[in-house]
Nanobody, 126 residues
């Protein structure tokens, strides 16, 4: 059983940056693919980024490609962390950002992620 806790959200002006963090408490972190999703008010939850398990391969939604970077600790001294560096923020990036984990090798589909954090709010002002 994995428990995920996000942090790092906040209010930022357009063009600004944040680093979102997610800590996983289970013992199987290295066997999980990790993803970030977001949900704006009145909209469905959408895929943002994913880091494949083990291989270091990453994937991004077109809307954030080149601005967001996902990374994870997989080394010997891993702290079971996954990060989302968000740069050049736009007002349309506003929403609750969720960290999620799946035992699939990789996925963009929220339904394939079994474990979810509570989310961290990101608000971008124009």
């Amino acid at each position: 059983q994995e428990q995920l806790v996000e942090s790092g959200g906040g209010l930022v002006q357009a063009g600004g940056s944040l680093r979102l963090s997610c800590v996983a408490s289970g013992r199987t972190f290295n066997s999980l693919a990790m993803g970030w999703f977001r949900q704006a008010p009145g909209k469905e939850r959408e895929f943002v980024a994913a880091a494949w398990r083990g291989s270091g391969v990453t994937d991004y939604a077109d809307s954030v490609k080149g601005r967001f970077t996902i990374s994870r600790d997989n080394g010997d001294n891993a702290k079971n962390m996954v990060y989302l560096h968000v740069n050049s923020l736009k007002p349309e990036d506003t929403g609750v950002y969720f960290c999620a984990a799946t035992r699939s090798a990789w996925s963009r589909w929220a339904r394939e992620y079994a474990y979810w954090g509570q989310g961290t709010q990101v608000t971008v002002s124009s």
